[in-house]
C-alpha cells in the first residue's frame, strides 16, 4: 500500500481526535442510545487488499443504514430492471425517516436509502427468498470473507419496539399495493438487517465490489456487473445521505452511505474503500466526526471522483 495513505489517515486521525467532537447518540433506538460516544475507528482498503487502519477499527457496531446497500445490491441482481417500478433514484431531500412524500409519489419510495425505499427492498426480499435473514448474512459474509458477522437481537428487538415510523411508512406502502408482504414481516426483516454488526474492517474490505466494477477483488466473481455497480454508485452519490447528500458529495467528493450507529463507508472507484466510525451524529443523522474525517481525508490526498 502507497505509505502516503497511511500516513494520511494516520495524520488526520490525530488531528480530529484533538477537535471538539459535537453531535449527539441518537435515542430514539435504546439499545443504541447507550453506545460509548466517543469511538472512533477507520479503515482503509484498497484493491489489492492492502488494509490500514487506526483507532477502534476493530470493533464492532451497529451497521443500521449502511444494509441498505447491501440488500439493494441483492436484490438488484436478482430482480434486474422491474425492481425500479417499485422504487425510485432520486434524492429525498428530506430525512431518512420521513413520510411526506410518500402521499404525493403515490407509495413510491424516492430511493432505495432512505427508510421507505429499504422497507420496500426488504418486502422484495421475503419474496424471493425463503430465508432472506440467513440469505443476506451469507451474502455479506461473502463480500467480507469473514463469518463473524451477525444479527444484534437486542438491538433488532429494541427498534421492533419502536419502529412506529417504520411501521406506519410500511403500511401507508401497502395501502398503495407497494408491500406485498405482511408489513410485520417487513419490519421483522428491516430491523434485523439494520442490527447487523460488523467492524470498519470489515465493512471497507466488503464494499470493495463496489470500487471494483462489481466483481470482488479477491477473487474476481462477481456481485454484480458492472452496469449495475456503476448505477450502484451513483444512486450513493446522490441519495446516501439523506438530505445531506448534496453536503458530502460537495465535502468529500466520493459515493458513500451512512447509518445512524454511526458508521460511513466511503468509496473511490477503481482504488479503494475506507470506513469510518464514530457514534456522535450531527443533525441530518450522519457522524460527525465520520463526515469531517473523509473530507480532510480526501482534500489532503486530491482524490475524489470529480
Ligand atoms: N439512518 C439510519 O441508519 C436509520 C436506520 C434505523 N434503523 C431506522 O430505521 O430508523
Redesign the pocket.
Known amino acids: 500500500m502507497n505509505a502516503d495513505y497511511q500516513k494520511v489517515i494516520s495524520t488526520v486521525y490525530a488531528e480530529i481526535l484533538t477537535q471538539e467532537n459535537i453531535g449527539k447518540v441518537p435515542d430514539y433506538?435504546p439499545e443504541i442510545a447507550c453506545i460509548e460516544e466517543n469511538k472512533f475507528g477507520v479503515n482503509y482498503t484498497d484493491l489489492n487488499d492492502n488494509s490500514f487502519g487506526c483507532g477502534d477499527f476493530q470493533e464492532k457496531f451497529s451497521i443500521?443504514?449502511i444494509s441498505k446497500v447491501f440488500a439493494l445490491s441483492y436484490v438488484y441482481e436478482e430482480l434486474g430492471e422491474k425492481l425500479w417500478k417499485r422504487v425510485d433514484v432520486e434524492p429525498s431531500g428530506n430525512p431518512?425517516?420521513s413520510l411526506l412524500q410518500l402521499e404525493a409519489d403515490h407509495g413510491i419510495p424516492r430511493n432505495p436509502f432512505i427508510?421507505a425505499g429499504a422497507l420496500v427492498i426488504c418486502d422484495i426480499l421475503l419474496e424471493i427468498c425463503d430465508k432472506p435473514k440467513e440469505k443476506m448474512l451469507e451474502f455479506i459474509r461473502n463480500l467480507a470473507e469473514d463469518d463473524e458477522i451477525f444479527f444484534n437481537e437486542k438491538v433488532a428487538q429494541s427498534?421492533m419496539e419502536n419502529s412506529f415510523r417504520?411501521t406506519a411508512m410500511c403500511n401507508f406502502m401497502k395501502s398503495f399495493g407497494n408491500i406485498h408482504e405482511r408489513p410485520t414481516a417487513v419490519i421483522d426483516l428491516y430491523c434485523h438487517l439494520?442490527s447487523i454488526e460488523m467492524t470498519c474492517e470489515q465493512l471497507s474490505k466488503s464494499f470493495l465490489y463496489l470500487a471494483n466494477g462489481g466483481k470482488k477483488p479477491s477473487d474476481n466473481t462477481s456481485v454484480l456487473p458492472f452496469l449495475k455497480a456503476k448505477r450502484i454508485n451513483a444512486i450513493l452519490l446522490t441519495c446516501g445521505f439523506y438530505d445531506e447528500s448534496g453536503e458530502f458529495s460537495f465535502l468529500v467528493g466520493l459515493p458513500g452511505k451512512s447509518?445512524?450507529g454511526g458508521g460511513i463507508i466511503a468509496i473511490l472507484p477503481q482504488k479503494y474503500c475506507i470506513a469510518v466510525w464514530s457514534p456522535k451524529l450531527n443533525p441530518k443523522?450522519n457522524s460527525y466526526r465520520g463526515m469531517k474525517f473523509l473530507e480532510k481525508f480526501t482534500t489532503l490526498t486530491g482524490e475524489t471522483i470529480f
Do not use: D, P
Request: aromatic share 8%.
Open positions: 433506538i443500521q443504514s431518512f425517516n427508510n427498534e417504520n439494520c447509518g445512524v443523522g
